[in-house]
């Protein structure tokens, strides 16, 4: 398996539409598109996004907790669609949880792309705190 690294910086269309840069393409089937951790956006192959689900299977229905995270990210899930020129459509509440005005950041995460508005990756980067109640919910999930 190849790893995704590196960050690229873009800018998101008139029309919400972005293009995954060549170095960060997943080699799969299908791609979602959800909410992500401190203030970005995750874009999982449809192989990582099956894994995570099936690690879901573990969390049982009585732990309030996890299963608060488990419910926010699994209302996040989108499937991704493109364009005939290769680009996805970022839908208007995914822009504006991510706060995605024009200039964007898209990095790879080991096995996954993120999808950051380039003032939050930048405020990130430089120590600034992002984190959000998405974030609380999601990591109490511990996958």
Known sequence: ?????GSYEHQIDAKNRIR???KLKLETDGLYLSKGTDGCLFVFSSEEM?????????IKITDKAKRQGQRAF????????????????IPKPYKEFAKID???????????VEVWAKEIHTRYHNGEDTTTEFDT??????I
């Open 1 to 5: 398996m190849a790893y995704l690294t």
């Open 20 to 22: 995954i840069p060549n």
């Open 50 to 58: 099956n894994e995570i689900l099936a690690k879901f299977s573990a």
């Open 74 to 89: 699994l209302d996040s899930i989108v499937q991704v669609e493109f364009d005939g020129q290769g680009r996805m459509t």
């Open 102 to 112: 024009k200039d964007i950041v898209i990095c790879g995460n080991f096995t996954h």
């Open 137 to 142: 919910v999601f990591n109490s999930l511990e």
